[in-house]
């Protein structure tokens, strides 16, 4: 309970949320923590569904083992505005609940690139669990798709397609986590059954299981 009151969580929140076998695995995992600093029975719990437990979305901005060579100068400035980089935090905190977010302002504020690495970082997620379409109940042979919608495909491959697709080939994360076909005009294609999509029309997206998507307005 002391540890529960500096991480300002009111036990009975929990409680009431878990099951009686789950809110027993919840205090021993505390309990480990408390001790230890560390918890087996949380790292238990991770390599049940994930081959790696994902980074956070700082670490994957700022890490040039993740996105850090697109986002991060050679003298170290990151070259996201700290105010989108807070906006990423509140996004993918731990204890977040937003699934749905609408990014407006003048042109040049970077919205569409903050979209993209949101995406990215959904990508990193997904990429990093053991299998995603059995993780998320699809049928055997689905494929978990990552969907960028425009006004038009040439808008939708220029834009938000492109900025990702150079984000991903600049990662060496994601460079072992998929493979880059192409000679001319090289393409990115992750692992593990997931595919990034492209369409302009609702029936681009006919029967693909959606996971994720970015509409640029």
Not at 52 to 70: A, H, K, N, Q
Request: aromatic share 12%; hydrophobic share 40%.
């Amino acid at each position: 309970r002391y540890l529960m009151a500096n991480l300002d969580i009111d036990i009975s929140d929990i409680e009431n949320a878990l099951t009686p076998e789950e809110m027993n695995a919840v205090r021993q995992i505390l309990t480990e923590i408390s001790d230890k600093g560390e918890s087996t029975t949380l790292n238990d719990l991770w390599q049940a569904d994930y081959e790696e437990v994902p980074v956070d979305i700082y670490t994957f901005i700022t890490d040039r083992r993740y996105l850090g060579d697109s986002f991060v100068s050679e003298d170290g400035t990151l070259l996201i505005y700290s105010f989108w980089v807070e906006v990423l935090k509140k996004i993918f905190a731990p204890d977040s609940q937003i699934f749905e977010v609408g990014l407006s302002g003048a042109i040049g504020l970077g919205k569409s690139t903050i979209a993209t690495v949101g995406l990215a970082y959904v990508l990193h997620r997904l990429l990093c669990l053991k299998d995603p379409a059995a993780y998320y109940k699809l049928t055997r042979g689905s494929k978990v798709a990552i969907a960028i919608f425009n006004i038009s495909l040439d808008q939708g491959f220029g834009v938000g397609f492109s900025k990702l697709q150079s984000m991903l080939m600049k990662s060496p994360w994601f460079l072992e986590h998929g493979t880059v076909s192409g000679l001319k005009n090289q393409t990115y294609y992750p692992g593990k059954d997931i595919e990034i999509i492209v369409g302009s029309k609702m029936e681009h997206f006919l029967g693909r299981d959606i996971f994720a998507g970015f509409l640029d307005e």
